[in-house]
């Protein structure tokens, strides 16, 4: 591999690196050579960009990029090592050149120095100092890194004047602060092991903050606060990058249960095959992400016994082979924890998890979530034992492409209900067992979807109840193909799948009776430009009964029939029984 190429300008703002037209991430092409594309960054469509937005957020991949290279180089043979400490001097000279803030950044953004934001210098800072760290420990690394020490001392202090500032606006609980508090770490850790002592990691976290941002931004049912499937696994990330060198047994009790109980979190949501949905803001499918899942993976694996995980990173090897960093062997000095205990609700970040054979299902019945929340209160999401997404989350584009935005935050792209065709309010709902309720979405609008597990199908009851007379929606928005047959005034029949993927089945009957329209949408964030057909499934009245009956395909006995009377669903099954569950119960 060709010598890294440090870039001698600071970077921007890594969320305008995607195309306008499309919606999509521009390519990045080979960040660690320096140069930009001499036509443009492409994307997928053929789009090529040059504008100083581009250009600066390919910078920031770039830092980024080379500083999680630099922790590869750091642990290899002695001519690596010394391309690493090459490239590190270089960063010291053109860090200690820069103003004291960015000075192109935006008026809302907390600044760094080499970086628009002090979170992304933060993320950088973390890997520099690790690869730092690594180098100190090899006993020819000598005098070189002495040039290094003013490069650490300044980010632990731009770090820990960043996050001091957060502390005075009071956002505790910010990712942001995680970060920072990370970077404060790093830097120190790496520090003490170039001066020739011993971190105390877990002394460490309590003097920058770590611990105490652990015990006010996680639940207790182990989500971080803004239930982002993406914003949990960086905050968890984080963490885990911050102790290294901990012994697992000498982790406070507190430390260690809010780390098992983030862990359990994703493990409890993950589909059989380890997909994880992307619940509210976050990246829909992602090289970069995909390998940020397989580090902490990796590092749980380490940190805990049973590698709870594991299912989680080889499904995240779908969109990212990248060779993790070679400092994870060793990370935690010490035997493993005991494995984190499994579960499937999770009250107060608002989701519960179903299984029926074939089917994973996902209710989301949560608090909003501060910025990264979504307008989708009682989604219901749908994946096959392989992954397959039926019925996903769609996630998020990044930031800058504001028209896309909003458009994934919004209620017409999630599996939940509308009514008069307006968006929900952001607000809070109520997760009690098996039920999702809100009342604060509309005026006068009460809504509750239960969820009945069933080994041979998955039952779906979506009531809603209002004040005065409108039009009541049910969303149906696939991430797959979707096949939709009347089967008069009242009912329909959905297949769910494209080519050689998992099916699914859905019989669908509403009481009074409802329209069926199939919509065209945009698809999964990952590409908007790919439309998709749902389904709006509509009414006009004060209330609305919308019962939807799932089965994989290879489900016995298979659905026949599915009818409501009053208070009682009713299915037909292919054997001659008919099950029976009440309404509202």
Same mark, same amino acid.
Request: glycine fraction near 8%.
């Given at each position: 591999m060709a010598a890294l190429t440090v870039p001698r300008e600071a970077g921007g703002w890594w969320h305008a690196y995607v195309c306008p037209a499309h919606g999509v991430e521009l390519d990045h092409g080979d960040l660690l050579a320096g140069a930009f594309p001499a036509n443009g960054a492409a994307c997928r469509y053929g789009c090529r960009l040059d504008t100083d937005a581009v250009r600066g957020a390919r910078t920031v991949l770039a830092h980024q990029a080379i500083a999680q290279r630099l922790r590869h180089l750091a642990a290899g043979p002695p001519a690596e090592r010394h391309e690493a400490v090459t490239a590190l001097h270089r960063y010291a000279e053109l860090y200690a050149g820069l103003p004291g803030v960015h000075t192109g950044a935006d008026d809302w953004m907390l600044r760094g120095r080499l970086f628009h934001q002090a979170l992304t210098e933060a993320i950088w800072a973390v890997n520099i100092a690790h690869a730092a760290r690594t180098l100190a420990s090899h006993r020819d690394a000598g005098p070189a890194l002495g040039p290094l020490v003013?490069? +650490?001392?300044?980010?632990?202090?731009?770090?820990?004047?960043? @996050?001091?500032?957060?502390? *005075?606006? %009071?956002?505790?609980?910010?990712?942001?602060?995680?970060?920072?508090?990370?970077?404060?770490?790093?830097?120190?850790?790496?520090?003490?092991?170039?001066?020739?002592?011993?971190?105390?990691?877990?002394? +460490?976290?309590?003097?920058?903050?770590?611990?105490?941002?652990? @015990?006010?931004?996680?639940? *207790?049912? %182990?989500?971080?606060?803004?239930?982002?499937?993406y914003y949990h696994l960086f905050v968890l990330r984080a963490y885990l990058l911050a102790l290294r060198g901990a012994r697992p047994d000498q982790v406070p009790d507190d430390m260690a249960g809010v780390l098992g109980a983030m862990v359990s979190a994703l493990a409890g949501v993950a589909a059989p095959d380890g997909t994880l949905p992307a619940l509210h803001d976050g990246p829909y499918r992602r090289a970069g992400q995909a390998a940020e899942i397989r580090e902490v993976a990796a590092l749980t694996g380490r940190l805990f016994a049973g590698d709870p995980l594991k299912w989680v990173a080889q499904a995240a090897e779908r969109d990212s082979t990248a060779r993790l960093p070679e400092d994870l062997e060793g990370w935690f000095a010490g035997g493993p924890l005991p494995t984190p205990a499994q579960r499937s609700s999770f009250p107060d970040a608002g989701f519960a998890v179903f299984r029926s054979t074939g089917v994973h299902a996902v209710l989301d019945a949560g608090p909003h979530g501060g910025g990264h929340g979504h307008r989708d209160k009682l989604s219901l999401y749908l994946y096959a034992d392989d992954g397959t997404a039926w019925q996903p989350d769609p996630g998020q584009v990044p930031y800058a492409h504001q028209g896309l935005r909003k458009h994934y935050a919004s209620t017409a792209a999630h599996p939940t209900f509308r009514v008069d065709e307006t968006e929900q309010r952001p607000c809070d709902a109520v997760l009690d067992g098996d039920t999702g309720r809100c009342d604060q979405a509309y005026d006068g609008v009460t809504a509750t979807r239960q969820v009945v597990e069933d080994r041979r199908y998955l039952l779906d009851i979506l009531v809603l109840e209002a004040s005065a007379e409108c039009r009541l929606t049910a969303q149906l928005r696939p991430g797959t193909e979707l096949d939709v047959v009347a089967q008069g005034l009242d009912r329909a029949r959905t297949v769910w799948g494209d080519g050689d993927s998992a099916v699914l089945t859905g019989c669908h009957v509403a009481r009074?009776?409802?329209?069926?329209?199939?919509?065209?949408?945009?698809?999964?964030?990952?590409d908007p430009a790919r439309a998709r057909q749902g389904v709006d499934w509509s009414l006009t009245g004060r209330r609305a009964v919308f019962v939807s009956v799932y089965q994989a395909a290879d489900a016995t006995p298979s659905v026949r029939r599915v009818s409501l009377s009053e208070r009682t669903v009713h299915i037909d099954l292919a054997d001659g029984t008919v099950a029976t569950h009440p309404i509202g119960a």
């Open positions: 003013p490069l +650490l001392e300044s980010l632990r202090e731009a770090a820990g004047r960043a @996050r001091s500032e957060l502390l *005075r606006k %009071g956002d505790a609980r910010s990712n942001y602060t995680a970060w920072l508090a990370a970077a404060e770490i790093a830097c120190h850790g790496a520090l003490d092991v170039i001066a020739g002592t011993v971190p105390d990691p877990v002394r +460490l976290a309590e003097e920058y903050g770590l611990g105490a941002h652990m @015990r006010v931004s996680v639940h *207790r049912d %182990g989500w971080e606060w803004e239930a982002s499937t009074p009776p409802a329209e069926f329209t199939v919509v065209t949408h945009p698809g999964t964030a990952d």
